[in-house]
């Protein structure tokens, strides 16, 4: 667990140098203009992490803080509508499903392309949670994607929502608190 902990903290930090190296050198040109959009972008990314947060699912938070170092060719970004939850008896669950369906567009997704994944957690309705994963691709790899979904095993405490979309595939969970 310690040698985890320490690679997320060097992965975080190294990350949190990058930004500020962009907006130092943006000071540095005299282009404050960027160095303030930059910084506004630094707040928003750590506003949605300190919600994300709130939701008290620890593992979840580490799968997505790790998202894009696991996935060589996929990228997440996330938005979470929702503050201060209780969702920790959900937290495995939402790990291993996740974890799962990625796998799965491991398999099926082009290795040599760079995807934007989007990660939504919104409440649903005052006793649920939706947390749906959007992936653009092209149509016959959300159509192999959507086949192999329904293999998957499933929990009985989360209902599972596949839908193809107009540029490719949304993945997600609904689970009640």
């Known amino acids: 667990m310690g040698e985890r902990v320490v690679q997320i903290l060097q992965h975080y930090r190294h990350d949190l140098m990058n930004h500020l190296q962009i907006v ?11 160095a303030e959009k930059k910084l506004g972008e630094i707040v ?8 994300l947060m709130s939701l008290n699912m620890p593992e979840f938070m580490i799968w997505i803080i790790q998202f894009n170092v696991r996935y060589e060719n996929l990228r997440l970004t996330y938005k979470v509508h929702s503050e201060y939850k209780n969702l920790h008896v959900s937290d495995s669950i939402l790990v291993k499903q996740f974890q ?25 309705s005052d006793t649920s949670m939706k947390i749906m994963l959007s992936i653009p691709c ?31 595939l949304c993945f997600g969970l609904i689970i009640s608190q």
Do not use: H, W
Not at 100 to 123: A, S
Not at 139 to 162: P, W
């Open 24 to 34: 130092q050198g943006y000071v540095g040109m005299r282009n404050i203009e960027k």
């Open 138 to 168: 092209k149509t016959d790899e959300a159509e192999q994607l959507m086949e192999s979904i329904k293999k998957m095993q499933r929990d009985g405490a989360a209902e599972i929502v596949i839908a193809k979309t107009m540029v490719g």
């Open 100 to 124: 799962d369906f990625m796998e799965r567009c491991v398999d099926i997704l082009n290795p040599e392309e760079l995807y934007e994944v989007t990660l939504v957690i919104e409440e649903s």
């Open 44 to 51: 928003d990314y750590y506003n949605e992490e300190r919600k």
